[in-house]
């Protein structure tokens, strides 16, 4: 195989080899002599490689030019407009293809457009694609210059499939995604450039893999009053945008939110309360201490805010949380399961560190299904701290009474105090708390410290009751319940 040959070899081009050679001749003409065949071939095959992308995801809207592979996987409508100055009706067609890596709209303008409505495409095609990318209404664009069908090429992606919250990547277009509704907000209205009035809300997503924020626009935004959380839904032709370095799923006039009848799996992956830190952002999930009432402040701009303090405590310790705006409205009562995803730690009252739940964050009051299920080995390591490993045998008990140590309230006749850890005498003592953990042991919190309680009787979480009984190794052995 000579030099040529060998050059054109390592080429993925759509130029015949026979053509390829003419280039080349007519480039060394064009240098006047001061190439040989195999420089000139050298320079040709560097203009036919300049725009080649490996992956949709490498493609940016600012580029010139690119080529890369794609599999067909929608085939729009044909659409017509008028071109100013022009007699005859533009035409486009756009095409939704991907690749392992992303999604990205296709246009086909005029004689191509006309072409794939007769037929001439289909989905699951693979194309070979030269175009200029932008950043269209939908996310990343490609306005085709040229796309052939390439049979040997494989892309394996299936049309029809649905993406996941950690499969999401910027740019993409028609995305469908099923999830759990974990948070809503309320509608919003703007004013745009040209006068007309807009409207935008949000939800939270959640699904196996992770959650995202969806916006939705306009005739879509009333979809979060409607929607209740812990609703099953598919978001259909969205696109993903990308704010404060984080994506959403944007859903306009072209997309919907659709409820479904579908189990849908969510388990939060909280972070352990006593690891977190000023100026992080981290997800937090325990049971409700404490909850304050609302409270309302003037801002400077002589608007009303408000704001709702709760306290959350998980096995590894506790920490106030600051709710902000619609979220201090949410019904959450002492007892509760929640998850405060998206919290920033502060430096709060007396140099206590807080999280403050802004428009960013998502707060759910989680079902017993939605409970943080960190694995053995995370529970070995303490890297995690759901609900599932609060007030879990001692160790817990020592993590959720601040260090190993248990008191306890005396009973009328004695006026003692018990502590300790490791064995104690058996004492007659009487605890009264409120239930934030049921099954064995019970756990009670008093607002000063939490008591584990060996009782057979039935209990609620967030019930207030009163126990009596031995206290012994940290535990009280209920003899009444009331």
Do not use: C
């Not at 592979?69 to 085939?75: E, F, L, N, Y």
């Not at 001692?394 to 300790?420: I, K, L, P, R, V």
């Not at 009487?430 to 099954?439: H, I, K, L, R, S």
């Amino acid at each position: 195989m000579g030099e040529i040959a060998d050059i054109y070899a390592d080429l993925e081009t759509d130029v015949s080899e026979e053509e390829f050679r003419e280039a080349v001749e007519e480039k060394v003409e064009q240098m006047g002599g001061l190439a040989d065949e195999e420089t000139a071939a050298m320079l040709l095959a560097h203009e036919l490689n300049e725009g080649e992308v490996e992956t949709i995801a490498d493609i940016e809207p600012g580029m010139d030019e690119v080529k890369f592979i794609a599999k067909v996987m929608a085939i729009g409508d044909l659409k017509t407009f008028e071109r100013e100055g022009e007699d005859e009706d533009g035409r486009v067609i756009n095409v939704e293809a991907a690749d392992e890596t992303a999604s990205v709209r296709l246009a086909f303008w005029d004689g191509q457009a006309v072409d794939i409505d007769d037929g001439m495409l289909s989905v699951g095609d693979v194309l070979r694609v030269k175009g200029r990318p932008k950043d269209g209404y939908n996310g990343l664009e490609v306005s085709v210059d040229k796309a052939e069908q390439d049979d040997d090429a494989t892309v394996d992606v299936e049309p029809g499939d649905g993406s996941t919250v950690e499969a999401l990547t910027m740019g993409q277009s028609d995305v469908t995604l099923r999830g759990l509704v974990l948070d809503t907000d309320s509608v919003r209205t703007f004013d745009r450039d040209d006068g007309s009035e807009g409207k935008v809300s949000n939800l939270t997503l959640g699904d196996e893999t992770g959650r995202v924020r969806v916006t939705m626009w306009d005739d879509r935004a009333d979809r979060a009053t409607e929607i209740e959380p812990g609703t099953a839904v598919e978001v259909v032709d969205g696109y993903v945008r990308e704010r404060e370095g984080s994506l959403e799923l944007h859903v306009g006039d072209d997309g919907a939110v659709d409820e479904i009848d579908e189990a849908v799996d969510f388990q939060p992956d909280a972070d352990p309360i006593d690891g977190v830190e000023i100026e992080q952002t981290v997800d937090i999930a325990g049971v409700v201490r404490s909850a304050d009432p609302v409270r309302t402040f003037d801002r400077d701009d002589g608007s009303e805010g408000q704001v709702r303090n709760i306290r959350i405590q998980d096995a590894t310790g506790d920490i106030r949380v600051a709710l902000w705006g619609d979220k201090a409205d949410k019904d959450i009562q002492p007892g509760d399961e929640v998850l405060a995803a998206d919290v920033e730690i502060q430096d709060g009252w007396q140099d206590d560190l807080e999280a403050s739940a802004s428009w960013n964050s998502t707060i759910v009051v989680l079902d017993d299904g939605a409970s943080p299920a960190p694995t053995p080995e995370e529970q070995a390591d303490d890297q995690h701290a759901g609900l599932s490993s609060f007030g879990d045998g001692e160790d817990s008990e020592a993590s959720a009474t601040g260090g190993g140590e248990s008191t306890a309230t005396a009973d009328t006749d004695g006026g003692a105090t018990a502590a300790g850890g490791g064995a104690q005498t058996a004492e007659q003592v009487e605890f009264t708390g409120t239930v934030v953990q049921t099954g064995d042991p019970v756990v009670l919190d008093d607002g000063e410290q939490t008591m584990s309680v060996e009782t057979g009787e039935r209990v609620q979480l967030g019930q207030e009751v009163t126990v009596r009984g031995a206290l012994e190794d940290g535990r009280l052995d209920a003899d009444d319940v009331f």
